[in-house]
């Protein structure tokens, strides 16, 4: 059974930076797309970044592009999320999310509805 535990999420004024954290765990497959989602309070739940751990692509949400960079280090079993420049606009709930990658990239990378495990979230808080 995959587990994904985050951490790294925390209160942080607008134009600050945070580094999330996901340390899986459990799994046999060689590849997974493996992403970061958010959830803010009365919103859906949206994709924010993904990469595919085999092959190396990423795939980020438009608001994002520019100031968050997702990243992995394969040895420690771990995936990050590099804030920068946050805005008030991104607080919310951060979680990670994977899914067993069949290729070398992601179908769908942004989309919640086709990934399989989920780790219970890290909240997040930018002030203005």
């Known amino acids: 059974q995959v587990q994904l535990v985050e951490s790294g999420g925390g209160s942080v004024q607008a134009g600050g930076s945070l580094r999330l954290s996901c340390a899986a765990s459990g799994y046999t497959y060689s590849r997974f797309c493996m992403g970061w989602f958010r959830q803010a309070p009365g919103k859906a739940r949206e994709g924010v970044a993904t990469?595919?751990?085999?092959?190396?692509?990423?795939y980020y949400a438009d608001s994002v592009k520019g100031r968050f960079t997702i990243s992995q280090n394969n040895a420690k079993n771990t995936l990050y999320l590099q804030m920068n420049s946050l805005k008030a606009e991104d607080t919310a709930m951060y979680y990670c999310?994977?899914?067993?990658?069949?290729?070398?990239?992601?179908?769908?990378?942004?989309?919640?509805?086709?990934?399989?495990?989920w780790g219970q979230g890290t909240q997040v808080t930018v002030s203005s």
């Open positions: 990469v595919n751990t085999g092959g190396g692509s990423t």
């Open positions: 999310a994977a899914k067993p990658a069949p290729q070398f990239w992601c179908d769908n990378p942004l989309e919640r509805g086709s990934y399989n495990y």
